[in-house]
């Protein structure tokens, strides 16, 4: 344990220390936010603020893995995955400061983007495992495997998954501190699912979970140093926030978040932990959807539902913290089924 507490307390002052220097080079090359002009009117002055802070999240969760990791063909998988989604969001970003506009990458290069990284995720972890470890398997997956089996089909299925969460978690940033709160909370579960699995291996007994051994350990140092790093961001994001993470941030959050759930066999699991991302997208597709079918009718003032809440008069540290406590519940929920699955496993 002391190997997963150590990279969140290297990636958290990683990030602690050095995002003040990111803030200072960002402001003085004038990569600022540009904000949507159909959002909440408290939010223009925010126009500006340094973006892009995603940058150290990424970096600080790197280095701490490196450090502290076996650097697994899991490990690596999932690091990829994050580094890549970071990447494409960088360039997000950089269009959109580029241009001088709110509108980034167009659909199609961010579509392909992904389609790139789904299928080097899926080639990695379906065709590469640490030692005598099995490699991932094409199976959905809840608590552990199903007896459901994609076969190639299960490349479709990672791209839904990873398109899904980045985009869920990038809508999830609309408020100083939210994804990066939020964030912290569903790590902290999956640091300890991934940690439980390390620990209880199958060779101990035939029911415990068949992810274990130093890929399981791998993963749950990753999640620790995502955790700190989001720790350490948020000390600077925190409302009245001085940077913004940025597309590069959420997406690669988003990306790990994805890529943690599929490695740790708990895909349909992520639902409940990661409750509030769920609903932050819902929201939109519902908005939409009753838009387009009604002919203009709207079912919130404005989505992502966080925006809808601020229109009806809720100060934003009020949205926040709400928020930040309906995704500690949905946590709660989602780690307390892993629990009593586990429970059911312990020889008697």
């Known amino acids: 344990m002391y190997r997963v507490l150590g990279a969140a307390t290297i990636a958290?002052?990683?990030?602690?220390?050095?995002?003040?220097?990111?803030?200072?080079?960002?402001?003085?090359?004038?990569?600022?936010?540009?904000?949507?002009?159909?959002?909440?009117?408290?939010?223009?002055?925010?126009?500006?603020?340094?973006?892009?802070?995603?940058?150290?999240?990424?970096?600080?969760?790197?280095?701490?893995?490196?450090?502290?990791?076996?650097?697994?063909?899991?490990?690596?998988?999932?690091?990829?995955?994050?580094?890549?989604?970071?990447?494409?969001g960088f360039i997000d970003d950089f269009t959109q400061i580029r241009h001088k506009r709110s509108l980034g990458l167009k659909p199609s290069v961010k579509f392909l983007g992904q389609v790139a990284i789904a299928l080097g995720f899926t080639l990695l972890a379906t065709h590469y495992a640490y030692q005598a470890s099995p490699v991932l398997p094409t199976q959905l997956s809840f608590l552990g495997n199903t007896a459901v089996n994609l076969g190639w089909f299960f490349f479709i299925w990672v791209f839904i998954m990873i398109t899904a969460t980045t985009n869920a978690v990038n809508l999830t940033d609309g408020l100083d501190g939210l994804a990066a709160g939020s964030m912290i909370l569903v790590m902290a579960a999956y640091m300890l699912i991934a940690f439980t699995m390390f620990r209880h291996p199958i060779s101990e007994h035939a029911n415990f979970y068949k992810f274990t051994g130093q890929p399981a350990l791998d993963i749950a140092i990753i999640c620790g140093a995502v955790l700190g790093a989001c720790v350490g961001f948020l000390w600077w994001n925190a409302a009245p926030a001085r940077i913004f993470m940025g597309d590069t941030g959420s997406l690669a959050l988003g990306g790990v978040l994805a890529s943690v759930a599929i490695m740790t066999r708990t895909q349909f699991l992520l639902i409940p932990l990661g409750g509030l991302f769920v609903i932050e997208a819902a929201s939109v597709i519902i908005q939409v959807g009753v838009f387009k079918l009604t002919g203009g009718k709207r079912v919130f003032r404005m989505a992502p539902i966080h925006h809808h809440f601020e229109l009806k008069g809720w100060s934003e540290f009020t949205v926040l913290v709400r928020l930040w406590i309906v995704c500690g519940f949905c946590v709660l929920v989602g780690f307390a089924i892993f629990y009593v699955d586990f429970v059911t496993r312990v020889p008697k």
């Open 12 to 88: 958290g002052l990683l990030c602690l220390v050095l995002t003040p220097l990111l803030i200072r080079l960002l402001k003085r090359r004038e990569y600022g936010q540009f904000i949507r002009e159909d959002g909440p009117q408290a939010h223009y002055t925010k126009q500006g603020t340094p973006t892009m802070g995603g940058i150290l999240i990424v970096l600080s969760t790197v280095v701490a893995y490196l450090l502290l990791s076996s650097r697994t063909p899991e490990g690596l998988a999932v690091m990829g995955t994050m580094v890549a989604c970071g990447l494409l």
